[in-house]
């Protein structure tokens, strides 16, 4: 089935050789970071995480939203979303390589990354978010590669792919729980130490991730002759209608908890994110904008004639990437270092090289993700004719 990549209109060459050239910048910058070390970055001893994690954060949150189609299809036999299941498994594949790609670069030095195998600690959350990022990785290629093979030759994909379209489904929900926890128990991190983070999580991401497959399958249709079908994007939009509504609501509790309990230690991040705490507000303005994008989002999926039409279907998907992309992504972050536990503001904001290798990094995941759906959309081409 790689040979079908390989055949493709001027568009499709142009698109690979674009981000080819983004990936090969994002790569000089790598190898610059790599002998300079950590120091060309914005990071510092006491806002450790940036601009790297907070992609890490959203993407898996991407690759954990491929559950959304797999298990109305496997589970409930919802057979519409059989022509778009494996769009959603090779969504997570990208999603998951960029997440461990981010990973990679935010270590400073690759090596490092050898320490989670050689000295395995089970009480480490790290050790976990390892094993369950690859290993649903791996459930993605099986179950995705397999199911489109099969559908190629025209025969029922084998019994086993089914049992292990089942395990990734509560995989799924684990490689997002287990990356909440990796900030909720963080002790001194009054931010992040919420029992609702996990939640916060599978809800943001279970409106991002089928957002961003949503304006995918749009895309698909117009340049392909494949058509993804009105009905499921019409699901998918309640889907992401649900999830966000839940969403907003998840951190509207967390707003009231802070400020009914009037608790400084808890306040204060949301007043650096909201308002600016000692002159420092670099992140006011896109909170407010994350805000404005949430509610207009809310605004365009609860009503049910712009859900359904397409057109303003796809505007209220990108206002829910957009808006969780800035919460879970920068507000989430570097809110949560941001007083230290002193009490002290240490300003972050991502420098150019960080910018440029975090592109890189996208561009690698679309160069993958293209490849992909170039596989799946000529072998469904080929089977329709």
């Known amino acids: 089935m790689l040979e079908t990549a390989l055949k493709g209109k001027q568009g499709y060459w142009s698109w690979l050789i674009f981000l080819l050239a983004l990936m090969g910048i994002g790569f000089g910058c790598y190898l610059y970071q790599y002998h300079e070390g950590l120091r060309i970055t914005g990071m510092s001893r006491d806002v450790s995480w940036g601009f790297y994690i907070a992609q890490f954060t959203y993407l898996v949150g991407v690759a954990a939203s491929g559950v959304m189609v797999v298990l109305p299809y496997y589970i409930h036999d919802y057979k519409a979303f059989g022509r778009i299941t494996v769009l959603g498994e090779f969504l997570a594949i990208a999603a998951v390589i960029m997440c461990l790609l981010f990973i990679f670069v935010d270590l400073g030095n690759p090596v490092r990354i050898m320490n989670v195998i050689m000295f395995p600690s089970p009480t480490s959350i790290l050790f976990w978010d390892m094993i369950v990022l690859n290993v649903y990785l791996l459930l993605n290629v099986f179950v995705g590669w397999n199911v489109l093979s099969a559908e190629r030759k025209g ?20 490689i997002h729980t287990v990356t909440a926890f990796l900030y909720a128990g963080l002790p001194g991190r009054h931010f992040w130490m919420t029992a609702i983070m996990a939640a916060r999580f599978l809800s943001s991401a279970f409106c991002s991730g089928p957002a961003l497959l949503i304006l995918i399958c749009l895309i698909v249709r117009k340049v392909s002759k494949f058509d993804p079908g009105k ?63 949430a509610v207009l989002s809310l605004i365009l999926l609860i009503v049910p004639a712009t859900r359904r039409n397409e057109d303003t279907l796809a505007v209220a998907c990108a206002s829910v990437i957009v808006a969780t992309w800035i919460d879970k992504g920068l507000g989430l972050v570097i809110g949560g270092f941001t007083p230290n536990p002193f009490e002290r503001v240490t300003p972050y904001w991502p420098t150019t ?16 993700l293209t490849i992909l759906y170039k596989i799946a959309v000529s072998i469904k081409e080929e089977v329709a004719a």
């Open 353 to 368: 090289p960080e910018i440029l290798i975090t592109l890189g990094i996208w561009a690698t995941g679309f160069f993958i």
């Open 231 to 293: 009905e499921q994007i019409r699901t998918l939009g309640g889907i992401v209608a649900y999830a966000m509504v839940i969403n907003v609501f998840f951190y509207l509790l967390e707003i009231f908890t802070v400020f009914y309990s009037q608790i400084p230690g808890h306040m204060v991040h949301f007043e650096f994110l909201f308002v600016g705490v000692d002159g420092y507000g670099k992140l006011v303005p896109w909170m407010w904008t994350a805000t404005g994008f």
């Open 155 to 174: 025969i029922p994909y084998q019994k086993w792919v089914k049992v292990l379209a089942y395990i990734s489904i509560p995989w799924a929900f684990s």
